[in-house]
């Protein structure tokens, strides 16, 4: 590729939005030769959306990983449930349902996964998750995402107020399917659990501005709360921002290359039928800081969901 033909082709790139709270569609990209400019453009467009999906890759593992660490460090992927096939690949995860002579392939089952950030449990968590789709069952499985940008601009101005300072600890011992991971043993007091503390209310680095980041709900806990007060705030923030308004659920097509933004955005799954079948590679990758609350944040709305809540006014 000429250094002329580039910005023509990135001028091509093309995100359609979603008549939704956040998400837009790629289409016409192979992730396997994307020039810089290219990357740039489809980068934009996920920091404007906050979730994009590219259609029709057909990408090895290795291709999943040289796309994911465009974003970031590229990062290792989570610890496997009890009982799981070991990973073959500490970049990859695979989501699957299969079961092979009695160890399952993969993570997450067939059962609804809850709403979550991936592996918030850590000191560095990631920015990108980049799933790529390799079989899809014939129906469910839709993978829901939300927007955190909005869910704390539409938070009572009082209650917005109250938890700006607040830290939330965050659990690692079992998966957002609730499966507990290789190594870990139930956890009893949630102000005891292994994991990662972080700030309640995050400064994207990117966009600059603040988003709710609840991370998991099992085993949460509100740094400085009696254990009872904040289980009830909680509870008050998720469901909030568990909402209808704010998400949209992505029904897959085998191919289809999904990446969301951790920092803004929780995503939850569909159960599914178990006698379908179900594989998923994920890879991720993270920021060289930790999350923050920086003072100096755009304190203006991120535009994306705001641009929604006008149109369904309008209509
Ligand atoms: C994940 C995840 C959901 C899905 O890969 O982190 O939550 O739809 N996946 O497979
Ligand atoms: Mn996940």
Redesign the pocket.
Known sequence: MTSIASPLQSARIEAEPLPHALGAVVTDVDLRTLDASQFSAIRAAWLENLVIVILGQQITDADLTAFSARFGVLDEVPIVSKGQAPRYNKHI?V?SNIVENGVPIGG?GDDE?LW?S?TSYRDFPPSA?V?HALEIPAQG?N?GFSNMYLALETLPPALRDRIDTFSVKQDITYT?GGQLRDGFTPVIDVRECPGATHPLVRTHPDTRRNALYLGRRRNAYILGLEVADSETLLDTLWKHATQDFLAWHHQWQAGDVVVWDNRCVM?H?DPFDSRDRRI?H?AQARDAARPARDRNADSSPHPRGQRFLAARVVR
């Open positions: 995860s989501i997450l996964v979550h991936d998750s799933l499985g993978t957002a995503h799954r998923m994920r």
